[in-house]
């Protein structure tokens, strides 16, 4: 069974940090694309980041770019985001999303993701 389990989030003032793992579990992480995306009350699902298992590839949104990055941790399965000068806007659910069949054009598309996690919740105060 896929497994996907997020945590680290949680309430932090504007211009902080906060940094979320995912932990996957069920697949051959290697193999994978894996990241995040993030959807905030009465919006879209955003892509916020993915990296590519395979080759290290990274991918931002926009809204992100130059503030996030994403890694990961073969050895633990688990990929990290690490938020750096959060915004009132980046409050969000955040959701760790994985696919082995990517159209990498196609990232920040949430129909392109098989695997979902629960989520963990980001609150930034201002």
């Known amino acids: 069974e896929v497994q996907l389990v997020e945590s680290g989030g949680g309430l932090v003032q504007a211009g902080g940090s906060l940094r979320l793992p995912c932990t996957a579990s069920?697949?051959?992480?290697?193999?994978?694309?894996i990241g995040w995306f993030r959807q905030a009350p009465g919006k879209e699902r955003e892509g916020v980041s993915i990296i590519s298992r395979s080759d290290g590839s990274t991918y931002y949104g926009d809204s992100v770019k130059g503030r996030f990055t994403i890694s990961s941790d073969n050895a633990k399965n688990t990929v990290y985001l690490q938020m750096n000068s959060l915004k009132p806007e980046d409050t969000a659910g955040y959701y760790c999303v994985a696919d082995i069949l990517l159209l990498i054009r196609l990232w920040a598309s949430p129909h392109e993701y098989d695997q979902w996690g629960q989520g963990t919740q980001v609150t930034v105060s201002s």
């Open positions: 069920g697949f051959t992480f290697d193999d994978y694309y």
